[in-house]
C-alpha cells in the first residue's frame, strides 16, 4: 500500500519552502514573507505529520501489516487451515471479515485501538521484539469479548436461530452480555492453534 498522491505533493511543498527560506531568510522581513513562512514552516509540515499519521493509521489495520512481523507469520498461516473448527479460518476463507483487514475485524481493542492500557502493552511488545525472543506462545492479557463477535453475529438471524445459543431462557442474554464465552470449551474453542499447523492440511486459497 503506497501513500496517496496528495502526501507526497504536501510533502513536496513544505520541503520546497524550507529551502527557499534557508537560502533566502531576508524574506522573512516583509509581513508577506512572514506570512507565508509560518504556512511554510508550521502549517504545511503539521499538515504533512498528520496525513503521514493518518496513512499508517490506516495502513496498520491490514493484515499486511500485521503480518510483517515473524512472529505473527504462523497466525496469518492458521487462517488457511482446511478444517471448520479452525474459526479464523473458517471466516476468512468465507470472506465471514474483510480477507485485507482480517485481523484487526477480530482484535478491534489490541494494543494502538484499545484503552491506555492497551497502548502501553503495544509499547511492550515493541520493547519485547526488540530486546528479547518472542514468548514461544503469545496469550491474550483478558479473555476474548464476545463483543468482537457480537459485532457482526449479535443482530443476524442466523445466529439467534442456533439452538446452543438459546439452551435456556438465559443462555441468549449470557451471552450477548458476556457472561458467557462465544470460544468457552465445546462451543467456538479452536483459534488459530499456531502450535499444530505441521499436523493439518491448508486450503490453497481461491482459485483465479
Known amino acids: 500500500m503506497s501513500p496517496r498522491p496528495e502526501f507526497y505533493f504536501v510533502f513536496a511543498v513544505t520541503a520546497l519552502f524550507v529551502l ?18 509560518f504556512v511554510a514552516l508550521f502549517l504545511l ?19 499486511q501489516f500485521c503480518l510483517s512481523c515473524h512472529v505473527m507469520e504462523p497466525y496469518g498461516k492458521s487462517l488457511y487451515v482446511n478444517d471448520n473448527e479452525y474459526v479464523p479460518a473458517v471466516h476468512f476463507q468465507n470472506n465471514f471479515v474483510p480477507a485485507d483487514h482480517a485481523c484487526y475485524t477480530c482484535h478491534t ?23 528479547h ?19 457482526c453475529h449479535g443482530e443476524s438471524r442466523k445466529f439467534a436461530a442456533v439452538d446452543a445459543h438459546k439452551d435456556t431462557d438465559t443462555t441468549f442474554a449470557a451471552i450477548t452480555q458476556g457472561r458467557v464465552s462465544c470460544l468457552e470449551s465445546g462451543c ?9 499447523l505441521q499436523d493439518v492440511e491448508f486450503w490453497p486459497g481461491p482459485q483465479r
Open 188 to 196: 467456538h474453542d479452536v483459534a488459530h492453534e499456531v502450535h499444530s
Open 133 to 151: 525472543s518472542a514468548p514461544d506462545t503469545i496469550k491474550l492479557y483478558h479473555p476474548y469479548n464476545n463483543r468482537e463477535c457480537l459485532h
Open 20 to 37: 527557499v527560506f534557508l537560502a533566502r531568510p531576508d524574506l522573512t522581513r516583509q509581513r508577506a514573507g512572514k506570512m507565508l513562512a
Open 45 to 63: 509540515p503539521v499538515l504533512a505529520a498528520w496525513m503521514g499519521f493518518a496513512e499508517h493509521w490506516e495502513r496498520s489495520k491490514t493484515k
Open 109 to 131: 481493542s489490541y494494543a494502538l485501538y484499545g484503552s491506555l492500557q492497551a497502548k502501553m502493552n503495544g509499547l511492550r511488545h515493541l520493547y519485547v521484539y526488540y530486546t
